[in-house]
Nanobody, 116 residues
Framework: QVQLVESGGGLVQPGGSLRLRCQAS????????MRWYRQAPGKERELVAV????????NYADSVKGRFTISADDAKNTVYLQMDSLTPEDTAVYSC?????????WGQGTQVTVAS
């Protein structure tokens, strides 16, 4: 059974940092493109960051480029999202996904709230 479990969300002040964690089981993350998405209330889901299975190349949404970093620890079968210089506009539910066409698995998400 495949599971992706996110953790690390919470309440943080503007300018602060959080590190999200996506622990995978039932699959090997190095065989998948691993992605972080976010969805704020009333807004469409946004692709935030991707780490590709082939070569480990990373890509980011313009809104987070230079502030967020996606990484993977194959030994722990875990993907991380380091988020720095957070702003209230980063408030959302953050979810990870594992994609290898036609397979696409999702976690349940973790809430990130940026407020003073």
């Amino acid at each position: 059974q495949v599971q992706l479990v996110e953790s690390g969300g919470g309440l943080v002040q503007p300018g602060g940092s959080l590190r999200l964690r996506c622990q995978a089981s039932g699959l090997i993350i190095s065989n998948y493109d691993m992605r972080w998405y976010r969805q704020a209330p009333g807004k469409e889901r946004e692709l935030v960051a991707v780490i590709a299975r082939a070569g480990g190349n990373t890509n980011y949404a313009d809104s987070v480029k230079g502030r967020f970093t996606i990484s993977a620890d194959d030994a722990k079968n875990t993907v991380y999202l380091q988020m720095d210089s957070l702003t209230p506009e980063d408030t959302a539910v953050y979810s990870c996904s594992a994609r290898a066409f036609p397979l696409n698995y999702w976690g349940q998400g973790t809430q990130v709230t940026v407020a003073s």
